[in-house]
């Protein structure tokens, strides 16, 4: 049994590591030592000297990159409902590195009125020199369903991700990818150059070909075609850089580079899938703006965010002009019991677009639940979600102690219920249905958070066309 639940652990933190940007709430692992002289010391006016401040547990983070999201200073005096908070805060921000698989904090007596506070952080595991194997389809239904789980549509080979290189935040991602596409990846991201840990930047490039390309959309249905040989190259350089003034702010510039070629084969399907050409090479200058006032970004529970983007492709053959964005508000307003608001839209000013720059709902970071078989093409796109969340229980996997960081392993269980609201606009829609109407869907479902960011999801959704399924989600919300 044992071997079993190991088994299932490694499988869940692989997963992660491909996935990425799933959730998992941060109070999951803080143990509360905040309150060492009483409990009510969230309302306690008595003033407190804070002697030191010490952080401990990171081997490998260098001190100033976990320093720099403690908001409690050494030789300031703080009342102790304002240590409460400024603990908490500080812990979050800890944990929104995604540089710790838990933190804590603790606060001692030093004589008098005077504190000596010492946050306590477990690391992650930072290097995956692991195995790479992806479904290629937007979710796991799509790839069971419509494709009868065909190991066709999976990439494989060798990923090697380090998530703190130097000690500084920085990652790097090597991936040499066979199977659906061929592909060599390279990236090197690095958020704080200066000292004041404010700049930073990204570069990295990545080629790739298929045999078979979604050339066109019919009835809300990507249509694929696949050649014997390779019908498609694409390459990528980017060079990105990044502000960040505080611990939630974020801004960034990016550039980046492209190059598309497709085969006639597939140009006689569709002419203006790169616009009338077999080959088109495109800049995208892309600027963003986030800030971040939530207690785990990856999950949130508590607080809200903003995330816009403006961005401009210069091309011959594919320009375009789009903007977008998303937007979430979350809270708890019964014990254990949230709702959440999000809401993501995206823009694109010129109507007439060649079919690669209409990918619009359904493909990445904007869809809607109760509706994983189809995709919605255009210009303007729009989904709006509610969830009510109410935490169940967690279960913890306890290992053998000699796994130190891992010999605790939390499964947190939530059950929710949820209702979208969703709206793609194309100028020539043909024969997609579901354009240009107002889509709505609803159902419920359990969620299953456990370490590094991983979140399992079991949903049962029912749409406005009279079905309904139950689908599987690994994959962040947008």
């Not at 071997?3 to 997963?15: D, E």
């Not at 070629?261 to 090479?281: C, E, H, R, V, W």
């Not at 970004?297 to 210069?314: A, E, M, T």
Request: aromatic share 18%; charged share 20%; proline share 3%.
């Amino acid at each position: 049994m044992l071997k079993r639940w190991v088994l299932i652990w490694l499988m869940g933190c692989w997963l992660a590591a491909e996935a990425r940007s799933q959730g998992v709430h941060a109070e999951m692992f803080i143990p509360s030592k905040d309150s060492l002289f009483r409990q009510d010391i969230q309302q306690d006016s008595t003033v407190y000297f804070v002697r030191t401040v010490i952080i401990t547990g990171n081997k490998k983070t260098r001190d100033n990159i976990a320093f720099r999201e403690v908001v409690v200073k050494q030789g300031k005096t703080y009342t102790g409902k304002e240590l409460h908070l400024l603990l908490r805060l500080s812990r979050e921000q800890l944990m929104n590195t995604t540089l710790f698989v838990n933190v804590s904090s603790s606060m001692y007596h030093a004589g008098g009125n005077m504190l000596d506070v010492v946050f306590t952080v477990n690391e992650r595991w930072y290097l995956w020199p692991v195995p790479y194997f992806k479904v290629v389809d937007r979710n796991w239904n799509v790839w069971i369903n419509d494709y009868k789980a065909s190991l066709d549509r999976t990439q494989f080979g060798l990923k090697m991700v380090h998530n703190n290189t130097t000690g500084r935040n920085d990652k790097f991602n090597l991936w040499v990818i066979g199977g659906y596409t061929q592909m060599l990846e390279f990236k090197y991201q690095l958020p704080y150059v200066d000292r004041k840990l404010q700049n930073g930047f990204t570069v990295g490039m990545n080629y790739g070909r298929n045999r078979e390309l979604n050339y066109a959309t019919d009835s809300n249905k990507q249509q694929f075609l696949t050649l014997p040989n390779f019908g498609r190259q694409h390459m990528k350089s980017e060079l990105s850089f990044s502000y960040r003034k505080g611990s939630r702010m974020r801004m960034n510039a990016r550039t980046l580079f492209g190059y598309e070629k497709i085969d006639s084969a597939f140009f006689k399907l569709n002419p203006n899938y790169l616009g009338g050409y077999t080959q088109a090479s495109f800049f995208d200058l892309l600027l963003s703006y986030q800030y971040f006032n939530v207690d785990y970004i990856p999950f949130p529970l508590r607080g809200w965010y903003v995330d816009f983007y403006g961005l401009n492709r210069f091309s011959k053959a594919i320009p375009m002009t789009q903007f977008g964005g998303r937007m979430l508000a979350t809270w708890e307003f019964l014990p254990k019991t949230y709702v959440n608001f999000q809401t993501a839209f995206s823009y694109t000013l010129q109507k007439n677009q060649p079919y690669y720059n209409t990918k619009l709902m359904g493909y990445g970071n904007i869809w809607m639940q109760g509706l994983e078989y189809y995709v919605m093409d255009g210009t303007f796109g729009v989904v709006g979600r509610t969830t009510l969340r109410r935490k169940l229980f967690t279960w913890d996997f306890v290992g053998p102690e000699k796994w130190k960081t891992y010999s605790r392993i939390p499964f947190t269980f939530y059950l929710k219920t949820y209702g979208n609201l969703g709206y793609a606009y194309h100028n020539t829609p043909g024969n997609n249905y579901m354009n240009n109407i107002l889509l709505r869907t609803a159902g419920l479902g359990l969620e299953i958070a456990t370490i590094y960011d991983m979140v399992f999801k079991l949903d049962y959704s029912f749409n406005q066309f009279g079905q309904s399924g139950f689908f599987i989600h690994t994959s962040a919300d947008f």
